[in-house]
């Protein structure tokens, strides 16, 4: 596959996971890295159209970064952002973002494994809109509430709150 093309455009997926009982959703906190650091984020990260289905690429990087096996609610992205990236080593490069809710998982989290995260916690939604997280999670967590809401998050404001 020619270098150029691949570079040229990153895919990345991500999952909402949504623990139906509690009521929350997990969110992992990066390292000090060049990309977003220090900052919460929900699981999920690159992968490649020529190489790996979309929903095979999320539950590969969800699992990589918490050792939970999840089982998306749709096989397809409930929100999409595209946009161009401004920041560390992909600056300037194309971005397209797809956001997953799962309420489906095996396992315990455990983020000590990952080379990219450190701590995770379970939040519901005011918590975890107050946490700092990065621009796209918050944007995402935004845009999905309807979706969030009727995943079992518990604190979701419906749209006549927010305007009341």
């Not at 797809?98 to 939040?123: K, M």
Request: glycine letters at 6%.
């Amino acid at each position: 596959m020619d270098e150029a093309v691949q570079s040229n455009e990153r895919f990345i997926a991500r999952s909402f996971i949504v623990n139906r009982r509690s009521g929350r959703t997990l969110a992992i906190r990066r390292l000090d890295s060049r990309n977003n650091p220090f900052k919460y984020e929900v699981p999920g990260g690159k992968f490649v159209p020529e190489e790996e289905h979309m929903l095979t690429g999320l539950k590969r990087e969800v699992y990589e970064e918490t050792r939970l096996k999840i089982v998306p609610t749709s096989r397809t992205p409930l929100y999409v952002q595209s946009d161009i990236m401004r920041h560390g080593q992909h600056d300037g490069i194309p971005c397209s973002r797809r956001f997953f809710i799962a309420t489906q998982f095996e396992g315990v989290v455990n983020v000590e494994e990952s080379d990219e995260h450190y701590e995770y916690c379970w939040c519901t939604y005011p918590q975890f809109m107050k946490l700092d997280l990065t621009n796209e999670t918050r944007d995402a967590a935004k845009q999905l509430m309807g979706h969030l809401r009727r995943a079992g998050v518990r604190g979701v404001p419906h749209l006549k709150e927010l305007y009341s």
